[in-house]
Structures are given as C-alpha cells and as structure tokens.
T-cell receptor
Framework: NAGVTQTPKFQVLKTGQSMTLQCAQDMNHEYMSWYRQDPGMGLRLIHYSVGAGITDQGEVPNGYNVSRSTTEDFPLRLLSAAPSQTSVYFC??????????????FGNGTRLTVT | AQKVTQAQTEISVVEKEDVTLDCVYETRDTTYYLFWYKQPPSGELVFLIRRNSFDEQNEISGRYSWNFQKSTSSFNFTITASQVVDSAVYFCALSEAYNPRKGSQGNLIFGKGTKLSVKP
C-alpha cells in the first residue's frame, strides 16, 4: 500500500498564480485533512473532510479551497497564490467515524514557495 | 478553545543524556486524546503515542516514556539515554472525541514543536 501520496514534492509559484496540490490515499479512510507547517508555528489545520462530498474549514482556511468527490482524493487549491502561502503542506488521513480518533497518517509533504 | 503549548523551542543534549520534552494542554472537554509525533530531518511525520484522558498510567516503550498528569494538564515525553537518531522535531497534539452531534470531528490541534538536537 502507498498510504498517503502527495504531489508535487516541490513547487514554485509567482504571486497570483493558481495551482492544485494533490493528495490521494489508498486506505479507504473517511477522514482527510490538510495542514500547513511554518517555522515556529507547528502544524495548522487548513481544511478537512469526513467523507466524500463533505468538507469543512479548519484554523487557517483563507485563500484555499478543497473538494472531496471521492473517498481517495482530497485536492487543495490555491486560487491566487500569495507570498504568505509559502509553506510546507501536509495531507493526512485516518479512519473517520470512530469515537476514539485514530492516529493520522501523513503524506511526505509539498514544499511550496510563492515569489 | 483547545490549545497545546510546547514551551521549549529547541533543546540540545549530548548523546546518552536523558531529556524531557514538555507539553501542556488546555481543553474544556472531559474526554480528549493526546498524541506525540516525531518529525526527523527527512521531514515525514511519525506517530509515536496516543493516550486518552481517562488513562493516567505512564507508558514506557523502550527508551521512550510518557508522563500524563491531568492535575497539571501535562503530557511530557522523556527519552532515556538519547541517541543521535533521536534528533528531530517533536510535536504534541490534542484531539477531542469524535462526536458529530456536538459538532466535534476529532480534529488534531498541534503544539509548535520542540527541536531536539542530540550531539555525539
């Protein structure tokens, strides 16, 4: 099993450009999420989804869109990139509808630079 | 609101020293879960442990041990006889129980992390 796969690994954008960070998991996990990691800030939740067709905002959702058309995929869209979105982005998944939250499985991250 | 505080930004020790990473949390929930993750220099995030709020027993796994104290809202992590391979950023995280009727999806809230450097 591949687990959680993120593409691309690295990306450089110019301010105002748009792009989609891809995330796919093959564990049939209902819950998927996106975090960003910035120096000295830890990981902050951007958006999450508890199943296909259901998404919700996390702590820092502004400037990002998500959709969940299938259980496997959870892409993160930057509509108009800004330098403040320079960060490392992590996608994560876990079994969703259980009372005790199972550990998150993380992808290897996408390092995004916006110039 | 939930919050996780890791007051130690960076710690540097010499190999074979013991080191404790502090984690203090805030939550109004009576049922919650605490996690530790490790992020080595290669960048991936590795799950280490999950504890629930009803189980205050300390846990030991090899050179790793965890001390959970509800009275002080702390969940500290100790590495005994540290090794160079322990060099990493360590994150403490908090989650409430999954309860959709209360609007809780069990999202994980992370602390800012502690960077541990173990020198030979």
């Amino acid at each position: 099993n591949a687990g959680v796969t993120q593409t691309p690994k690295f990306q450089v954008l110019k301010t105002g450009q748009s792009m989609t960070l891809q995330c796919a998991q093959d564990m049939n996990h209902e819950y998927m999420s996106w975090y960003r990691q910035d120096p000295g800030m830890g990981l902050r939740l951007i958006h999450y989804s508890v199943g296909a067709g259901i998404t919700d905002q996390g702590e820092v959702p502004n400037g990002y869109n998500v959709s969940r058309s299938t259980t496997e995929d959870f892409p993160l869209r930057l509509l108009s990139a800004a330098p403040s979105q320079t960060s490392v982005y992590f996608c994560a998944s876990r079994i969703g509808t259980v009372r005790i939250p199972s550990p998150l499985h993380f992808g290897n991250g996408t390092r995004l630079t916006v110039t | 609101a939930q919050k996780v505080t890791q007051a130690q930004t960076e710690i540097s020790v010499v190999e074979k020293e013991d080191v404790t990473l502090d984690c203090v949390y805030e939550t109004r929930d009576t049922t919650y879960y605490l996690f530790w993750y490790k992020q080595p220099p290669s960048g991936e995030l590795v799950f280490l442990i999950r504890r629930n709020s009803f189980d205050e027993q300390n846990e030991i796994s090899g050179r790793y041990s965890w001390n959970f104290q509800k009275s002080t809202s702390s969940f500290n992590f100790t590495i005994t006889a540290s090794q160079v391979v322990d060099s990493a950023v360590y994150f403490c995280a908090l989650s409430e129980a999954y309860n959709p009727r209360k609007g809780s999806q069990g999202n994980l809230i992370f602390g800012k992390g502690t960077k541990l450097s173990v020198k030979p």
